[in-house]
């Protein structure tokens, strides 16, 4: 409710506004198909052979990328005839505590341990990594986690994190020109999908 109103507000007030990260059918856009990017990763743990599930997701009150990852993630989980754990998603603040309580609250509420986790962030996965370490729960041998972003972090960090990539920087050079472009030419922005790819690296693997 909150986020409709600020582009309504900014709509009547006739301010030039191009939305990010996000997409759109009624405001000029330049994002990520966040639907997609659950659904990713919910394919590809499905397609390793995991069949126990769980997701640590960011706030989803107003903030229409936690819920549409979310959202992804468990219908696409439904339409392969798998479902998430009982007590297996919560949702956390994006910091690295954040992803270490999500894990704790999963184990303390699931009926048993999931094998795979995703994440909403890298942030969250990279917490939820450290608390797996910190319980001597083997990564990916016993769980296995993915993360959204491809933060620097997520390739340095033992065992790599996998994630689904996103170009956050040419998002914010596309955005810059577009709306360069409305203000000296009047060119509309319309509407513009910022591709996703899965990078795999060592912190998942087969069932």
């Not at 909150?2 to 990010?20: D, V």
């Not at 659904?39 to 599930?53: C, K, S, T």
């Amino acid at each position: 409710m909150l986020f409709r109103s600020t582009l309504s507000i900014l709509r009547q007030s006739r301010t030039k506004t191009i939305l990010t990260w996000s997409l759109s059918a009624q405001y000029p856009c330049i994002g990520f198909d966040n639907f997609e990017i659950g659904a990713l990763a919910a394919r590809y743990l499905f397609d390793l052979g995991h069949r126990q599930f769980g997701m640590i997701s960011g706030i989803s009150q107003y903030n229409d990328r936690a819920r549409l990852r979310t959202e992804g993630f468990v219908s696409t989980l439904r339409a392969l005839r798998a479902e998430l754990l009982p007590g297996a998603t919560c949702e956390q603040p994006y910091t690295f505590a954040g992803g270490r309580a999500g894990l704790k609250e999963i184990l303390r509420s699931a009926p048993t341990t999931p094998t795979a986790i995703f994440c909403g962030n890298d942030v969250l996965a990279l917490g939820c990594l450290f608390e797996a370490t910190a319980l001597q729960l083997r990564v990916p041998e016993q769980l296995s986690i993915i993360g959204c972003d491809d933060l620097p972090i997520s390739a340095e960090v033992s065992p790599g994190l996998t994630t689904v990539a996103l170009e956050s920087s040419l998002l914010g050079k596309k955005t810059a020109i577009a709306l360069l472009r409305w203000l000296q030419e009047g060119t509309d922005p319309g509407r513009t999908e910022m591709p996703v790819s899965l990078i795999e690296r060592g912190t998942t693997a087969p069932r």
